[in-house]
């Protein structure tokens, strides 16, 4: 996408200040001639971040950017010693996703002092600024998942709600959204939530407790598909992986928009998902690296993408990307409509 082309509620300008300040010294340049940057994946245990990791080399020629690129494996010492890494090889600017939010200030504070862009995917640091933040808007994860389950329990049950991290912003907007909404809309569904910190063997073993427990339970909103072997697993073993036409079926809403999720929903095991845009959080976290490079600068409005840029703090602004809500049937939930798994527009049907 060509700067001139936004639209014009996305208003761009050229930045003599920022022109100045960004890329972090001379060199810096590949030998191509186009600028590097680094790209550090923040995990590589999941479907969703394989994917990302993916999609970004596709991106970079786009950008017009060449690439160093390190993995902190959900680790925030690690990701502290890659950006020093990074550093230490010249890079103009760098795109990030960290896991732990609370946690990075200083290392943004110590790229910002070097006069590096910073481009965060998919989490938005609790302090610290960074140029811009990429992500779909998480609180509506959690109400797409409410509002979808609480159709489907006629508002009325018990379900549970496999968390992230609480320490991430992701894990807090999901959870406070989901039990918000419940609270709200469907107060007649009781929720258990499950601190998981993204661990697929602790949500299995949480889910198994709560089932042993509450054998009534109706629903599961999984906030990663990191949780969905497990969840399967334990729903076959019970004999609750069932159509949803057979009344014990358990009615479960992912968020990711993995492969295997669309499938899981085509084949009734599983119920709907969250498409959070791997595809896009490459591409446009490799283009606002760039702008800053180019020394351009955003403002809060509409995007020619589909999006809208937010402030969400005074100096701060995200990029927050669309991430629809996805059933077999393209039904409306809760006021909200959901594209069918089989949809071609979804990057998991794509790969």
Not at 307 to 321: A, Y
Request: charged share 20%; with cysteine.
């Amino acid at each position: 996408m060509k700067p001139s082309k936004l639209a014009a509620g996305l208003a761009l300008a050229v930045s003599a200040s920022v022109a100045a300040g960004c890329g972090g010294g001379s060199g810096g340049t590949g030998a191509s001639g186009r600028p590097i940057v680094g790209v550090d994946y923040p995990r590589s245990d999941t479907d969703f971040w394989n994917s990302y990791i993916k999609y970004v080399p596709q991106f970079a020629g786009e950008a017009g950017v060449e690439l160093k690129t390190t993995n902190s494996q959900n680790d925030v010492a690690k990701l502290t010693s890659n950006v020093q890494t990074f550093i230490s090889q010249g890079v103009k600017g760098v795109a990030m996703a960290p896991q732990d939010t609370a946690a990075i200030a200083p290392t943004l504070h110590t790229l910002n002092a070097r006069k590096i862009p910073v481009v965060t995917v998919d989490t938005r640091p609790d302090q610290g600024s960074a140029y811009m933040v990429v992500r779909a808007d998480n609180r509506a994860y959690g109400e797409k998942a409410c509002h979808f389950l609480g159709t489907k329990l006629t508002g009325k049950g018990k379900v549970v709600m496999l968390q992230g991290d609480l320490s991430s912003i992701n894990g807090r907007d999901r959870t406070e959204a989901f039990n918000a909404c419940m609270r709200k809309s469907y107060p007649g569904i009781r929720v258990f939530g499950e601190d998981t910190k993204w661990d697929a063997a602790a949500a299995s073993q949480k889910l198994q407790t709560d089932l042993t427990a509450n054998p009534d339970i109706k629903g599961v909103y999984m906030q990663a598909s990191f949780a969905l072997p497990g969840t399967l697993q334990i729903l076959k073993q019970r004999g609750l992986l069932v159509p949803p036409s057979d009344r014990r079926h358990v009615f479960v809403v992912s968020n990711d928009g993995i492969p295997k999720e669309l499938k899981e929903i085509a084949a009734g095991n599983i119920d709907a998902t969250v498409s959070q845009p791997a595809d896009l959080y490459a591409k446009y976290s490799l283009f606002y690296v760039k702008a800053a490079l180019d020394g351009k600068t955003f403002q809060p409005g509409k995007t020619d993408h589909g999006s809208t840029i937010v402030q969400v703090r005074p100096g701060l602004l995200e990029d927050q990307l669309s991430a629809p809500l996805v059933t077999a049937d393209g039904g409306t939930y809760g006021g909200i409509t959901s594209l069918k798994s089989g949809d071609t527009s979804l990057w998991g049907n794509n790969l």
